[in-house]
């Protein structure tokens, strides 16, 4: 029989205020609301445990943390896959632009990266000529990133930031991180250009393979990941944030062989196989990789238009940053 759990903070999806167990991994609750089917940990862990998770374990290969292996020594990978996502979305931007749907008011794209760890995809950004800022809980991440000359925020809260200050706002494998993401979703809206785009990645759970998957998928990865998207849920959270989406297509990254092992051997919980993920990585170079991801989606938005609100002037981008 399923057990029905009564929510003491309602479903950030529906406001539902009822769930059911689907399993527990990790010695967490993974649950779904009965009205939504919006999947989440339960309970929540507080803001403080959040922030108090992304120390440098997480970006340094701690197997407790389930995180990166090396973020910063793989900081050329990362470039690399960052630059094509740019390249993706800097053609929406044109196409749009060229269908009387966006300006460029004054020739540079002005872009904010939430959960920008150390940097990356703000200093591939740079590279192109976008003026680019990140936003990043983690102390640790913000200290690598400051130390390359990167304007990367350190915070969790969107309130500082100015209206329609951006072009463009990324949040790549971000969402599920949060607590309240919906919430994010309209401070993210509320930042953007009217005309701007709005991508995130995250993982899709209704996906064929997800469910072969089951526990064992990625995605979930208790308490690192908080919520587990399925497309029609993360459709449903960017519209009730006040974002039409303009498309959403399969996620694709460039990476290192022993990262996707390193996430293997730490996110399936059935021991053999973990030891065999851990041989596998010991015996094979750390060749880089290129991976097509049918279960994790990009989702392109842009704020549905409201009154007059594209009437009102642009921020200076250099002086609404909080530092
Ligand atoms: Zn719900």
């Not at 793989?74 to 996502?85: A, N, P, Q, V, Y």
């Not at 709005?198 to 990865?221: C, E, K, P």
């Not at 297509?249 to 851990?278: C, G, Q, S, W």
């Amino acid at each position: 029989m399923t057990e029905t759990i009564t929510l003491t903070e309602p479903c950030n999806l529906c406001d539902g205020s009822q769930a059911r167990l689907r399993f527990v991994k990790f010695g967490f609750q993974i649950v779904a609301c009965t009205r939504c089917g919006l999947e989440f940990l339960y309970p929540m862990p507080d803001r403080e445990a959040i922030r108090a998770f992304y120390d440098e374990g997480y970006f340094t290969g701690d197997p407790e943390r389930r995180g990166y292996l090396d973020y910063v020594g793989e900081r050329d990978t990362f470039l690399k896959s960052f630059s094509e996502k740019l390249d993706r979305l800097e053609k929406i931007l044109h196409t749009r632009a060229r269908a009387g749907k966006a300006g460029n008011r004054d020739g540079q794209i002005r872009m904010l990266d939430i959960g920008a760890a150390a940097g990356w995809c703000v200093e591939a950004a740079q590279k192109r000529g976008w003026d680019a800022a990140g936003l990043e809980v983690s102390s640790y991440a913000v200290a690598q990133a400051r130390d390359r000359g990167l304007c990367v925020v350190h915070g969790d809260s969107l309130e500082p930031f100015a209206d329609r200050t951006f072009d463009v706002i990324t949040l790549w494998d971000a969402l599920e991180h949060l607590r309240d993401p919906r919430s994010l979703l309209r401070e993210a809206c509320r930042m953007l250009a009217p005309d701007g785009v709005l991508a995130f990645s995250t993982g899709d759970v209704g996906h064929f393979w997800s469910r072969l998957q089951g526990r064992q998928h990625r995605i979930y990865n208790p308490p690192q990941h908080l919520f587990y998207f399925s497309r029609t849920s993360m459709t449903r959270m960017a519209i009730a944030s006040g974002l039409r989406v303009l498309r959403i297509e399969p996620d694709e990254k460039v990476t290192t062989l022993h990262y996707v092992l390193h996430i293997a051997r730490n996110l399936v919980d059935i021991p053999f196989l973990a030891k065999m993920f851990e041989f596998i990585m010991r015996v094979l170079p750390d060749w880089r990789v290129r991976m097509k991801l049918i279960d994790n989606l990009v989702v392109y938005c842009t704020p549905e238009p409201v009154g007059s609100a594209a009437s009102s002037p642009q921020p200076d981008v250099a002086t609404s940053y909080p530092r």
